[in-house]
């Protein structure tokens, strides 16, 4: 089943964000939040109310980043983690109350080298650094957040995006669009076959159906999709969760999808597609927020506008959502 994106005019901005941006309302409800980088060195938290986002209302935070490339928290939300490639170091941060960053440094691993780090997934106590040279570094989560027990395991390929199933194994996209299962502490690996028409960016497992979705740039004429693949089997069966197909005649337009993370019932992803359909020239990044239905389908989509900016081919973007 294909699912568009819904535009209009107010799109840009949510209602149920309007209403938060004028004060929290008797029938607003904070869910979490989403934290995101947009190829630069600052990491963005977005206040996420009714399960909406509006850029408007994000804010930088605290921390001296070099090209961050992805952000995590611990089991407990009291810590958070930010994959620095510009410099091949991990942060660590200290969370304020409302989840925003407090203090922020620069971790030293013990017995482990980063390189480039790409991607971080963390299970119950342990986390793990997909790194540019087809290495993972594994290391145990202490009880004041810092790291020990560092070691680096060789991978087939450079993983350019993780995603923890559960406690005992993780999914990883490569660099040349193969996506494998790890098994978890040993990195053991199985190839899991799946089709879909594009380029795969990123892969985020929903834990609550069992599905693993992957953002992808397809080519002009299909635009972006996020596919939603059942990998119970080998090949996995996969379907289109979303399209950002858009073709105003006789032009077609490519809306890339970047980035996807996912949380139960519902979904939040960074595409470049048009504001307005009936506006050729009001393309922009948009932030979306989406519900998750029975079918593990991506609907209801609303979209607030993080950037006038294309990225570039090679930017650098991150997005995950923490519950709260």
Do not use: W
């Amino acid at each position: 089943m294909l699912n568009f994106k819904k535009t209009s005019t107010l799109t840009s901005v949510p209602l149920m964000a309007l209403l938060a941006s004028c004060g929290a309302g008797s029938n607003d409800t904070t869910n979490g939040y989403v934290y995101l980088v947009l190829d630069s060195n600052v990491v963005q938290q977005c206040q996420v109310v009714n399960n909406a986002v509006n850029a408007a209302n994000c804010k930088s935070m605290t921390g001296s980043f070099n090209s961050p490339t992805a952000i995590a928290f611990d089991a407990s939300k009291t810590y958070a983690y930010v994959a620095n490639s510009g410099n091949s170091t991990l942060s660590m941060c200290t969370l304020n109350n409302d989840k925003s960053f407090n203090q922020c440094g620069v971790l030293t691993l013990s017995s482990a080298a980063l390189n480039a780090p790409t991607s971080l997934a963390i299970t119950s106590n342990k986390i793990y650094i997909a790194n540019n040279n087809s290495t993972v570094t594994l290391c145990d989560i202490n009880n004041n957040g810092t790291l020990s027990s560092c070691s680096n395991t060789p991978v087939n390929h450079t993983l350019k995006s993780i995603t923890v199933k559960d406690n005992n194994s993780l999914y990883g996209l490569t660099d040349n669009r193969k996506i494998y299962s790890y098994q978890l502490p040993s990195m053991l690996n199985t190839e899991v076959n799946y089709n879909e028409s594009g380029i795969s960016n990123q892969i985020s497992f929903n834990p609550s159906n069992n599905l693993l979705y992957i953002a992808a740039k397809n080519n002009p004429l299909l635009g972006g999709g996020i596919y939603g693949c059942s990998t119970s089997s080998n090949p996995a069966t996969c379907m289109t969760a979303f399209s950002t197909l858009q073709a105003i005649l006789p032009i077609p337009l490519v809306a890339p999808i970047y980035t996807i993370t996912t949380n139960n019932t519902q979904a939040y992803f960074i595409d470049y597609a048009l504001n307005n359909p009936t506006q050729i020239d009001s393309y922009a990044t948009l932030i979306n927020s989406c519900s998750v239905d029975g079918n593990g389908a991506v609907t209801n989509c609303s979209a607030s506008v993080l950037s006038t900016n294309k990225p570039s081919d090679n930017a650098k973007i991150a997005l995950t959502y923490l519950p709260i």
